[in-house]
């Protein structure tokens, strides 16, 4: 397991351009430098070098930030602020009382239970599986959905007349929350087991979450020994549904407009879909693929600079004025209700797959 030590060498290289303030979307609220990545390497460069404490103060900091990942795209010295930034979390974590209660609660014992239980209580709301030969997938179910039935009933929707072959392998959480609370322990436990699953012959590995797609192609970036699946085999549902060229038919004229996850590796799915939409007129937002504010316990972490990200997003969408806002993330759709409630925006929520298998005919 690396430490904060190991990174002296990358803080070194931090020039102090400042080219990911223009990036990050705190640094537009707040101005304060300590948020962007500068700042924070400033900090963190003490700590490993012996100079500062890794204290509750530089934590603030450390939380306060949206894991977007755009500072990271912007850095010349191609520093990788992301991972730095979780092994500092991990090193002030273990020095702290709290941690022994968030990672008992993080626990297979504890947060494998809440997700058992939330599949067992959901298990008769959900479709029958029906194999069909054709496209093999494995679907890696977020958190989220595995507690929730909606999206099983729209895959077997949108897919009904299209041969594919889903299998479920009984995977743990992706690890993102583990990792972003600094348990890395529990984030190398959960990625270990889920990359054993994904040894067998298949052609792609599918979620229904930007972020766990994320989550686990980083898996060896954090762990070299643990070997990920290549890019070109890690889709999401939408490029699926654009690949088989599924045409969905709305009976309604129905404008949408699209919030890109920072997570999502790429939206060339989109434009296709949209082509075999009949009916269905698309207006890109401003700042389409900007933060929707939430980004998971930043939004407890940081009420309030959460809530203007999610307005500023929300007043977005509402120039927009389209009928829906499509997303590919849950916790987006979480985002974007928190601003559109905020706000008084009438803008429907939904995730592209409840959008897609509302239609009135799927072809």
């Not at 299998?167 to 348990?183: H, I, M």
């Not at 559109?340 to 298998?357: C, N, P, Q, R, W």
Request: one cysteine or more; a positive charge; charged letters at 25%.
């Amino acid at each position: 397991m690396k430490c904060l030590k190991d990174f002296e060498a990358d803080l070194n290289k931090c020039s102090k351009c400042g080219l990911c303030q223009s990036a990050c979307p705190l640094f537009e609220l707040t101005q304060n430098e300590c948020v962007v990545s500068k700042g924070k390497f400033i900090m963190l460069h003490g700590v490993a070098t012996g100079r500062l404490k890794l204290s509750k103060n530089i934590n603030k900091y450390i939380d306060m930030c949206l894991k977007c990942g755009k500072c990271n795209k912007f850095c010349p010295s191609g520093i990788d602020v992301t991972q730095i930034l979780s092994v500092a979390k991990y090193e002030y974590m273990r020095s702290t009382f709290w941690s022994k209660i968030i990672n008992f609660l993080m626990s297979k014992y504890v947060f494998g239970t809440f997700l058992k239980f939330g599949q067992i209580i959901s298990k008769p709301f959900r479709p029958e599986k029906s194999t069909k030969n054709g496209v093999k997938v494995i679907y890696f179910k977020g958190c989220v959905n595995k507690i929730c039935p909606r999206t099983d009933n729209y895959l077997n929707k949108i897919f009904k007349k299209h041969p594919i072959e889903i299998l479920e392998p009984n995977f743990e959480c992706c690890g993102l929350p583990f990792l972003s609370e600094g348990n890395l322990e529990r984030f190398k436990q959960a990625a270990k087991y889920n990359s054993e699953l994904l040894k067998g012959d298949f052609d792609y590995l599918i979620t229904d979450c930007a972020s766990c797609e994320s989550t686990i192609s980083e898996y060896s970036k954090y762990f070299p020994e643990i070997k990920t699946v290549p890019d070109d085999k890690s889709v999401n549902w939408g490029n699926l549904i654009a690949l088989k060229g599924i045409k969905f038919r709305f009976k309604k004229n129905i404008t949408v407009t699209f919030h890109k996850p920072c997570h999502l590796k790429n939206d060339y799915f989109l434009t296709k879909i949209l082509e075999n939409c009949e009916n269905v007129n698309y207006i890109e937002m401003d700042d389409y693929d900007s933060c929707c504010g939430f980004a998971g316990s930043f939004a407890v972490k940081n009420r309030e600079l959460s809530l203007k990200l999610s307005k500023k997003k929300a007043e977005n969408i509402k120039k927009a004025n389209a009928n829906f806002v499509i997303t590919t993330c849950p916790a987006c759709v979480l985002g974007l209700k928190q601003g559109l409630i905020a706000t008084g925006g009438k803008t429907k929520v939904v995730s592209l797959l409840e959008f897609l298998a509302s239609a009135d005919e799927i072809l």
